[in-house]
């Protein structure tokens, strides 16, 4: 009968965190950022509870850092916070600038799915705006000026590590979709690296994944 109660959906699983850790994670308002680590800890704290498994756990972890109600609550000065809510050491400024450009990511990514689906209710639109009363006016309009170059944004160079480079406790890059994403090393086993990201979330990849 130990199925029944077995959570599979992961707002359900949300629900249980925020009911069994209230002063971890915030059900509704501003939340606080959590301890780096906190996924081996909350892992721990539910190890004999057969409501929820370590992967349903990682991918509602994921789901709550994920949000924006969660990115925009890391702020410079904010603290740190474990699953009894107790402080756990201040925000670093780099975990907040990355924070700020995941949000503004999503954000943009968003508005761009809502303006599409807008376009795709209205197909009249488009085609009016290919009638020939459209031309005329653009005959009549002066050219618009050439948009500024937009500065190019330096970007450090990384490369990857090698596994002899790498220790516990390191401060590193991994290689995770388009951007490499900061993390701190917790353990090296034979060519398995587990690394810490900055948002709580543990991955374990390659050391070829890691970037220098």
């Known amino acids: 009968m130990e199925s029944t109660d ?14 069994t850790f ?18 081996q800890d909350l892992a721990e704290r539910l190890a004999d ?17 994920s949000s ?20 756990c050491g201040e925000l670093e400024q780099e975990h907040v600038e990355h924070a700020q450009a995941t ?22 639109g488009a085609a009016k705006a290919e009638k020939k009363p459209f031309k005329k006016l653009a005959t009549k309009r002066k050219p618009a000026a050439p948009k500024a170059a937009k500065p190019e944004v330096v970007v450090e160079q ?3 590590a090698a596994l002899d480079d790498l220790k516990p406790n390191q401060r590193v ?24 990201l900055d948002s709580g979330l543990t991955v374990k990849v390659k050391a070829e994944h890691i970037l220098l």
């Open 6 to 19: 077995k959570l599979t959906d992961t707002n359900a699983i949300l629900a249980y965190l925020y009911e």
């Open 22 to 39: 209230p002063l971890c994670f915030i059900a509704e308002g501003e939340t606080k950022p959590l301890k780096i680590g906190l996924f």
């Open 49 to 65: 509870d057969s409501k929820v498994s370590k992967t349903q756990l990682r991918i509602a972890l994921r789901r709550y850092t």
């Open 68 to 87: 924006w109600r969660y990115l925009k609550g890391i702020k410079v000065g904010v603290q740190r916070v474990d699953l009894d809510g107790n402080e």
């Open 103 to 124: 949000l503004k990511e999503s954000q943009e990514k968003a508005k761009a799915k809502r303006m599409a689906k807008v376009a795709a209710k209205k197909p009249d």
């Open 158 to 160: 990384l490369a990857p």
């Open 173 to 196: 890059s991994v290689k995770l979709g388009k951007s490499p994403v900061s993390g701190v090393v917790l353990d090296i086993k034979k060519e398995d690296v587990q690394v810490q």
